[in-house]
């Protein structure tokens, strides 16, 4: 079965506001077998609910229609679903006496046009909201002949998803088939979207009952795969035996298997080798140590290190010699190996990093442009340093340089 979800509110049509809501929906209605094939955010117009509700029936199993359940003349959405499958409204007198008594009970005055909140579509289960005051609504229905499941829940996100898990999940176990889902995401670093696909197309092609999805970010790809089954080893084979074989294609590429994090990988690695690492960062301004020191326990493999922005303090935290600086410049393959060695050494580090750069949009030259780094990483006996020219904007050469330390410092741990 397929799903469209539905965001209604003119908010999430300007830059202020965003559908978050749908992410947990999705995932809730994977779980139960359940694919999603359309998102739909619509304004609080009449018309425009309408014709969306509309499409959404013609095409889909499930509808969960998200907001517009308030007290106030622009919550429109039960109008517009009974508008559409041409049903009546009534209002649950035994509701009211419940939200009135609520109300009593915190010394608060209800406004009258909180009453609009229990209107109910006939047919329609309440499902009762344990953390506001708008209940949502079940309606298993028909329309065009076909058995529609259309979902009404309150915008707010605390409590969508009380009641998504509380009320409309045992619903929906007890109503669906019965089909499970199998997933895998794998990543890989520093390949372009362009040649991974290249490379793993005429794998993926053949498996027609994967969905197969590739996502790309900064230096960073994600491979997304899904078989759905009436059991789940059967999905979970298929995904594992195409799984299996992108590994294999990608080789070093991947990364990881299970969607982890890039720095969960480097600290994986950090722990198991029972090796430390520090870092000398001078463009990133501390990216590196960021994205390590977001994962729980990072303490144990990483042990810190410096932002050497001006040379002084290149010079100071990590012992880069002055006359290195002025023969060569802070951006050079020199200093980029002089801040990898020296922090190791000033850390009492197993392994150290180095990171400089140009990241923009001023500062480069003919010789140095904007978007030359340098990245090195040194275990006191050996040192790696690539040289690297990343296009775009600032934001996007500091990602790119932190994305390729990291991949560095994975590969001399592999």
């Known amino acids: 079965m397929n799903a469209e979800i539905i965001a209604i509110g003119s908010e999430m049509l300007t830059p202020w506001r965003q559908d978050t809501n749908s992410l947990f929906v999705t995932e809730r209605l994977t779980m139960v077998g359940v694919s999603v094939a359309f998102k739909t955010i619509v304004g609080d117009r009449p018309k425009h609910l309408v014709d969306a509700i509309s ?23 039960r109008e517009a679903v009974a508008d559409v499958l041409k049903i009546g409204i009534k ?9 009135y008594a609520r109300a009593a009970q915190r010394r608060m005055t209800m406004p009258r046009n909180n009453e609009k909140q229990a209107d109910v579509l006939d047919g329609a289960e309440l499902l009762e909201n344990l953390k506001g005051s708008a209940p949502g609504q079940w309606l298993d229905t028909v329309y065009g ?30 109503v669906l088939p019965q089909r499970f889902i199998a997933t895998r995401v794998l ?24 969905e197969t999805t590739i996502l790309a970010h900064l230096g960073d790809i994600q491979v997304n795969l899904m078989c759905g089954k009436t059991a789940m080893d059967l999905a979970q084979a298929r995904v594992d035996a195409l799984a ?108 150290g990093v180095g990171v400089t750069g140009i990241a923009g949009p001023t500062g480069g030259t003919e010789e140095k442009p904007v978007g030359l780094v340098y990245i090195s990483v040194s275990d006191g006996k050996t040192t790696d340093i690539l040289e690297r020219r990343f296009t775009g904007d600032r934001a996007r050469v500091r990602s790119y340089a932190a994305q390729t330390a990291l991949d560095m410092v994975r590969r001399r741990l592999m």
Do not use: W
Request: charged share 25%; net charge negative; glycine share 6%.
């Open 55 to 77: 499409n959404a029936l013609r095409r889909t199993d499930v509808i969960v229609i998200m907001g517009g359940l308030g007290p106030t003349e622009d919550d429109l959405t």
């Open 91 to 99: 209002r649950n007198h035994d509701l009211i006496a419940q939200m």
């Open 145 to 174: 002949a076909h058995r529609k499941l259309v979902l009404l829940l309150p915008g707010p996100p605390s409590e969508l998803k009380a009641m998504f898990d509380d009320e409309c999940m045992p619903r929906l176990k007890a």
């Open 187 to 210: 990543k890989a670093a520093l390949i372009a979207e362009s040649q991974a696909d290249a490379r793993i197309a005429p794998i993926y092609r053949p498996f027609t009952d994967v």
């Open 244 to 351: 299996s074989r992108i590994e294999e294609e990608l080789d070093d590429y991947i990364y990881s298997s299970h969607g982890e994090s890039l720095e969960q990988i480097v600290l994986y690695y950090l722990e198991m080798k029972g090796a430390t690492l520090a870092v000398a960062e001078s463009c990133t301004g501390g990216m590196v140590a960021e994205r390590l020191t977001s994962v729980s326990g990072s303490s144990r493999s990483f042990y810190g290190g410096a932002v050497v922005y001006s040379n002084e303090l290149k010079m100071e935290f990590a012992d880069v010699p002055a006359e290195l600086l002025e023969r060569h410049g802070a951006v050079s393959e020199q200093t980029a190996r002089a801040l990898a060695e020296g922090i190791r050494k000033r850390c009492r580090t197993t392994l």
